[in-house]
């Protein structure tokens, strides 16, 4: 999973720590959360997204949002 949380929060110029503080949660969960390294809780996600200003969808990508890749068929006589 990918995130877009350390963009949104550079955006409104918060810190780690001042984002973990209005979530309530460690520093570190931030961190690893920015790194892709974290499933959040729907919780979490949710307080994330609206501390933020902005909806789960938009900050989380997950792996089936990607698109597909392209399939070629060659036919052969």
Do not use: C, W
């Amino acid at each position: 999973m990918q995130t877009r949380i350390k963009e949104y929060r550079t955006r409104q110029s918060l810190t780690q720590d001042d984002l973990a503080k209005k979530v309530s949660v460690r520093r570190e969960t931030i961190v690893f959360l920015e790194q892709g390294k974290y499933n959040p809780s729907l919780k979490l996600a949710h307080d994330v997204a609206k501390a933020l200003h902005t909806t789960i969808d938009d900050l989380f990508i997950f792996e089936d949002d990607e698109p597909e890749p392209e399939i070629r068929v060659v036919l052969v006589d």
